[in-house]
């Protein structure tokens, strides 16, 4: 069974992965924002980069999900 479910196990991994490092990402810049008291409108700007970045990965595995369901890929 592990053999047959291979890929799917790899790509799970992977957007954990991805999750994980969007979060750890998150939290060191929040605190190096707070030790340094940055503005709101910069913690904004910061936190919005960081956000299209993860939209970006969500994005591609929303296209890569739909490609693949309908043969493309």
Known sequence: MLVEHFELIEAIGLNLFFL???GFI???IHGVMNEN???KMG???VYTVLFAGCAGFIAKAIIQFIWESQGVG
């Open 20 to 22: 994980f490092i969007f």
């Open 26 to 28: 998150g939290l060191s």
């Open 37 to 39: 008291d940055v503005p």
């Open 43 to 45: 913690k904004m700007v």
